[in-house]
């Protein structure tokens, strides 16, 4: 009996995988093969194919079957982004896996090697020199250069560290006018002779702004741009200066002159002419997945398995008035992008090496996995979910979407503002057990909706993430920026739970380096079981909102304040419950304080033992306004919290007041 059983599976599976359609792809393939063979012949006869584009061809071309495209191990260079549309899903019966093959690592490039090198002589410097005709004819520019598998640095000045606007000749009594020049610094700038490509990045309240160089003053100490600020600049915003020729003095710097047509590297230490490996990105995209959900036609069923994309790179249009955006830079597209996707999914796939975001799902995507990914070294942020718009029709709304098991780390290369994960008008999305570090914005944010407006971003789900050293990197550079958090909502989002996360080592510019930030009219959130340390201004901070209810958390050694409230309203804002509040200052809860916060059964301690303060009041005059009557200032007893080990002693009195313990050694990604 058990050897019919065996042989009825085997043929099952025979079955089975003559079902499946295999197409292999090669560097050294060839379009004009089957793509059948995963080595060519040895007549050379036919073999697998050369490129992604054939391989596509020929599922358009087969008969409808789930379809598997294996990619050899390489480099494949695009010309073009790789386009996947409703009828490559649907001749593969749903099922269209691009994968690596076996152990090999496939890397998809939007890049262009660049060759013909020189060694010469300039302005005193021994560099190399690439002549690049299409630059000086204006029909292509970059902005960043891989030398041997590493991101060159644009030549900047200064080299570390920041310079600091003096301050702005062109008062403007609206802050949402940007300004065209600032005065700077005496002292500060050398002489400049040659601004016609370069470029200033001024870091102002929440965004970056990438200005064109105009003009510079020496004797009034202007300094004029062809782009104006997205917001009105301040005295002290911080800047650089990039591609100029004076920058030009540390090794692994580069130098692009557009009228020359010319590429000037100062090489790095050990680095050899003739082994020279250069990449510059060409494309903005790699992969679009294109589905049309306004009429129910959906790319569903696609895998991309196993794969590396590298090299995308995008500019401000130059038709855009301003230097940046007003939040997230959230017009930057992504490397791959997905519009009208379904049940897709991306699975242990690393993109590095961009000048964009990631991975974007826009509209009408729904249902969709990205897993086990790692997302590094990127120009701007991680992942974007859904639109800043809110679509009426069912179809075209982007939901129930999971990210889960990645490391997003290393952003904001060109777009400071850009975020790890950001979801905008999207609903009922899983972000669970991923590690988010190193962005000079926030990690998470929820919701496009300022106030209370219609919103979609409703029934979000962010449980297990760990996210760390946003604001300021674990290189100590930043903070740069202002008015970030850990995790960052807007608008109404009913259902949303954020849930067993760590954040830590969260710091703002100016203000606004909070773990977790409500922002404008952010209702309906349960924060529970969360672990926050190590902020600048605060673990908590509700802008304006209500319904809101925040327990069971520890919020601890927040720099400014440990809690914050800023917009009175009459309506019920938060409800602050057994929560472990530890700090060592004596400001707990500063803003807007009325008597439409709900804080109770809570435990607070600052570590020398004296006095804590709710605005105000004492912690006796804080209870006599009905607030807090059954908490208690009290040591909770952790194990070390100083070392970031938060667990609570057996003889903890945060038991007596009900708290919960969790556990965070489960936090992050899980591979």
């Not at 691009?98 to 060759?115: F, L, N, Q, W």
């Not at 780390?409 to 590690?435: E, M, V």
């Not at 740069?480 to 958090?485: C, E, K, N």
Request: glycine fraction near 12%; charged fraction near 20%.
């Amino acid at each position: 009996m058990r050897w019919r059983i065996a042989i009825v599976a085997l043929a099952m599976a025979m079955v089975a995988e003559a079902q499946e359609r295999v197409i292999y792809v090669a560097p050294d393939g060839n379009d004009a093969w089957s793509g059948k063979l995963a080595v060519p012949n040895r007549a050379r006869t036919d073999g697998p194919v050369q490129t992604l584009q054939r391989a596509l061809q020929l599922v358009l071309k087969g008969e409808p079957m789930p379809t598997e495209i294996r990619l050899r191990g390489g480099v494949y260079y695009l010309t073009e982004p790789l386009v996947i549309t409703p009828e490559h899903t649907e001749r593969a019966q749903h099922r269209l896996t691009i994968t690596a093959y076996a152990d090999e690592k496939p890397v998809i490039s939007g890049g262009r090697p660049i060759c013909g090198w020189q060694q010469g002589e300039w302005q005193g410097k021994t560099v190399w020199i690439a002549e690049l005709p299409e630059v000086h004819a204006g029909a292509f520019y970059f902005r960043q250069l891989f030398v041997n598998g590493t991101r060159a640095v644009r030549a900047r000045y200064p080299n570390h560290g920041y310079l600091t606007v003096e301050s702005l000749p062109d008062r403007t009594p609206d802050w949402f006018q940007g300004h065209t020049r600032f005065r700077y610094r005496a002292g500060d700038l050398p002489q400049l002779h040659h601004l016609e490509d370069g470029e200033a990045l001024v870091f102002n309240r929440w965004v970056e702004n990438r200005l064109p160089l105009k003009a510079v003053d020496p004797n009034e100490r202007l300094l004029s741009f062809g782009k104006r600020s997205t917001f009105a600049l301040q005295e002290g915003d911080l800047y650089y200066l990039e591609n100029l020729p004076e920058a030009l003095d540390m090794p692994g710097e580069w130098y692009l002159n557009q009228a020359e047509g010319k590429l000037y590297y100062l090489p790095r230490p050990n680095e050899r002419l003739d082994t020279l490996q250069a990449v510059v990105p060409a494309l903005a995209q790699l992969v679009r997945l294109v589905g049309k959900p306004e009429a129910g036609q959906y790319v569903e069923g696609v895998q991309l398995i196993g794969l590396t994309f590298r090299h995308t790179e995008w500019a401000l249009p130059a038709e855009m008035e301003t230097g940046g955006f007003v939040q997230a830079a959230f017009g930057v597209p992504a490397a791959i992008y997905a519009e009208g996707a379904r049940r897709c999914a991306l699975i242990d796939c690393t993109i590095e090496q961009i000048g964009t975001y990631a991975i974007e799902l826009g509209r009408g995507c729904q249902y969709n996995r990205i897993e086990k990914c790692l997302l590094r070294d990127l120009g701007a942020g991680g992942i974007k979910i859904g639109e800043p718009t809110i679509k009426e029709d069912p179809h075209e709304q982007t939901f129930g979407n999971t990210v889960q098991d990645c490391i997003i780390h290393d952003g904001g290369k060109l777009f400071a503002s850009a975020i790890g994960i950001w979801i905008g008008q999207s609903y009922s999305n899983r972000i669970i057990h991923n590690t988010i570090s190193d962005f000079y914005y926030t990690a998470i944010s929820i919701g496009w909706t300022w106030g209370y407006g219609k919103s979609l971003a409703g029934g979000n789900r962010v449980e297990y993430n760990h996210v760390h050293h946003i604001g300021v990197r674990t290189d100590g550079d930043g903070p740069i920026l202002s008015d970030m958090g850990g995790i960052y909502t807007l608008g109404i989002q009913h259902g949303t739970v954020i849930r067993n996360n760590v954040f830590h080592d969260i710091a703002g510019y100016r203000y606004g380096g909070w773990g977790i930030y409500f922002d404008e009219g952010s209702t309906g959130i349960l924060a529970e079981n969360n672990l926050v340390y190590r902020t600048t201004h605060g673990g908590f901070h509700q802008h304006y909102g209500r319904e809101n209810v925040v327990r069971n958390n520890i919020f601890a050694y927040g720099r400014d304040h440990q809690l914050q409230a800023s917009r009175p309203e009459a309506h019920l804002r938060f409800t602050f419950e057994r929560n472990i509040v530890l700090g060592r200052g004596a400001q707990w809860l500063v803003g807007g304080i009325d008597g439409n916060l709900r804080f109770e059964s809570n435990l607070y301690w600052r570590e020398d033992g004296t006095e804590i303060r709710f605005g105000n009041d004492d912690f006796a005059a804080w209870q006599a306004k009905g607030q807090d009557t059954r908490s208690r200032v009290v040591d909770p007893r952790f194990e070390n919290p100083a070392t970031g080990d938060f667990r609570l002693k057996p003889d903890s009195p945060a038991f007596e007041m009900g708290f919960q313990p969790f556990d965070v050694s489960r936090v992050g990604a899980r591979r």
